[in-house]
């Protein structure tokens, strides 16, 4: 293997993604090992290594005595071409062994559009891609997780089980039953009964689906003992939680070259268009503390020169003015920059700008979300735009002369105000600057606004609304750049097609499989790559498989339909997001979690009885 694949790094580009060998990467005795454990990241090698969830998974499989976990990334184009023409299977970064060799592959799904790689990777590696293909054998147990199987069905056909929730002692879980099932000489079939009994864990084999005449779901029906509903799994304690004191540190360049230190999961905030809000309910945070003695660690395990905090709202986070006073002495003496990602407009302030200022000058980004109050209001951002000017005054007095503004388009109730609001409320941050006697002398402002498109998602208060047409889009967008007479004012868009495929996959039911299967194998893959990205072969891969886009994407649906991932629990009850749906219609807001509890039920999940703060 060794000798092929040095054949083949002779013919790519950026061969140090394929040759493993990263200080802090974890080696084994293989014959010291009863469970090998593939760890897959359905794209590229520099996406891969910046992943934190990843690298908590890697640490806390390898710790286990008896498991090996190994790395697996999504070849680029050249290294995949190669490797099919000199016949060298997916390997890991590790050993080298291919993935024939592995008891159990796991991939983590992060992006919709990143399933066909999933596939591709199982393909390459030598593995049958559906699951009924894999025989009655244990090895090469199929397994995902992450943000995506919150609704696993239109990857139902190709997996045979889900980690619903958090991994940290999930998954060695699973590890340690599959072990046992191997001294045991079980089947796959009765490892899977087995395994859909593990709080968390999702048999797509165990569930028939039906379906009315409409295309719309008759009934979910669980078999031999699965459970009805598969219940969200969650770390409560995250001081405790496993956390590597070191990760593999990388040769060439990632999308983050930095030690990534979390320092809470969830949100109080209650954004309705936010999956990620809800998915990571309830709110748990790390001591300040622990988080100094990881942050040390880290920087000492890996050398890096910056550290990034990391949360969906770092301001909101209680033990930040705790942890940058204790942190910052040590990261100054040391020239490390520490970075405060998901910063929010109503809590910016001077004396956090001079903090995270005090090593170097990071960029300063904002999201607003939308351009005007109503449309703030239902989706419950709960931002006003007096807030958001005081923020880039404090951002422009404290010597910034750039700002970058993230905004939505498609979002429920959006009107053509509201797309004027967005260049609107751009101009009047650059009126601002020009206004202020205190500004740098002598510099321009720039800022930018950057505009996606809003996709609804599962199991948030938007889950049953309408996602945008491609001609939606496409005129919306148009009628953004329209708006923008300035040349202090930078407009970006997303790519309709893209968040067209998106929508769809998301909302998605098991009979998607097919149609992913189909667009694989016309050619489509690293779908979320904008070079390789074909809408036109996924377009046809829908129309051959009976499948119409706008069932999935454009549609209302009733919230007396059953959706294909209502038999998930992640904690929120669905009548508080039917509460918030019908909010949002009205424009009405809800307070964030820290002002009032609103209600949603996600406490049950830290214990009977338990407050979320």
């Known amino acids: 293997m060794e000798e092929n694949l040095s054949r083949l790094l002779a013919r790519v580009q950026k061969p140090a993604r394929y040759t493993g060998g990263e200080l802090n990467q974890t080696v084994k005795d293989k014959a010291a090992v009863d469970c090998r454990f593939a760890f897959c990241f359905p794209d590229t090698y520099e996406i891969g290594m910046s992943h934190l969830g990843m690298k908590i998974l890697y640490d806390a499989l390898n710790r286990m005595d008896g498991v090996w976990c190994e790395r697996v990334f999504a070849p680029a ?56 293909d894999r025989g009655e054998g244990l090895r090469g147990i199929v397994i995902a997780g992450g943000p995506c199987a919150v609704n696993p069905e239109p990857l139902a056909d190709f997996v045979d089980l889900f980690n619903i929730g958090e991994g940290e002692y999930m998954l060695p879980e699973v590890v340690e039953l599959y072990r046992k099932a191997k001294r045991a000489g079980l089947s796959r079939s009765e490892f899977l009964k087995q395994a859909a009994q593990i709080e968390g864990i999702y048999v797509p084999s165990l569930y028939t689906a039906e379906y009315h005449a409409d295309g719309t779901i008759s009934a979910f029906i669980p078999h031999e003992g699965a459970p009805a509903r598969v219940k969200k799994r969650i ?50 945070e790390k001591s300040p503390k622990r988080l100094c003695e990881q942050a040390k660690s880290l920087c000492e395990t890996t050398g890096y020169e910056e550290i990034s905090l990391s949360s969906l709202s770092t301001s909101d986070f209680s033990g930040l003015p705790e942890l940058l006073r204790d942190l910052l002495p040590y990261t100054a003496e040391r020239k490390i920059n520490l970075a405060l990602p998901s910063l929010r407009v109503d809590n910016f302030s001077e004396e956090l700008l001079e903090q995270i200022q005090s090593v170097r000058k990071s960029g300063l980004t904002f999201a607003p979300e939308a351009g005007t109050q109503r449309l703030r209001d239902v989706i419950n951002k709960n931002v006003t735009e007096d807030e958001v000017l005081r923020s880039m005054e404090i951002a422009f007095a404290g010597g910034h002369t750039g700002v970058k503004l993230y905004f939505m388009m498609g979002l429920p109730t959006e009107t053509s105000e509201d797309i004027a609001g967005i260049i609107e409320l751009a101009q009047k941050v650059v009126d601002l600057y020009y206004h202020m006697p205190q500004k740098p002398k002598g510099k321009g402002v720039q800022v930018s606004v950057s505009v996606s498109t809003f996709v609804p998602k599962p199991f948030t208060p938007f889950q049953w609304e309408p996602q945008d047409t491609m001609e939606m889009i496409r005129r919306k967008q148009a009628e953004l750049v329209s708006h923008n007479k300035s040349k202090k004012i930078s407009v970006h868009y997303h790519e309709s097609k893209v ?30 790559w904008s070079d390789r990205f074909r809408f036109d072969l996924w377009t046809d ?21 059953i959706l294909p991932w209502d038999f998930i629990d992640i904690g929120v009850d669905k009548a508080f997001l039917m509460r918030e749906n019908e909010k949002a219609k009205k424009a009405e807001t809800t307070p964030h979690c820290r002002a009032k509890c609103a209600g949603c039920g996600a406490n049950r999940l830290k214990g009977e009885g338990v407050s979320c703060f």
Request: charged share 25%; hydrophobic share 35%; aromatic share 12%.
């Open 499 to 528: 968040s067209v495929l998106e929508g769809i996959l998301a909302r998605g039911d098991r009979r998607l499989g097919k149609a992913i299967y189909t667009a694989w194998q016309k050619g489509c893959k690293m779908d979320g």
């Open 77 to 132: 184009e050249d290294m995949e071409t190669a490797m099919r023409e000199e016949g060298v299977p997916l390997y890991g970064l590790e050993s080298y062994d291919p993935l024939t060799d592995f008891d159990m592959i796991g991939f983590t799904l992060q992006y919709e559009l990143s399933y066909t790689n999933l596939l591709n990777m199982l393909d390459l590696g030598g593995i049958p891609v559906f699951q009924k």
């Open 235 to 284: 770390v409560r304690e995250l001081d405790e939680a496993p956390y590597p004191p070191s990760f593999p540190v990388p040769f060439i360049e990632t999308v983050h070259d930095r030690v990534i230190l979390e320092v809470m999961r969830g949100c109080i905030r209650g954004c309705r268009f936010c999956q990620a809000g809800f998915l990571y309910r309830p709110l748990r």
């Open 541 to 561: 891969a829908l129309a051959e498989c009976g499948l119409d886009p706008a069932f999935y994407a454009n549609r209302c649906r009733s919230y007396e339909e």
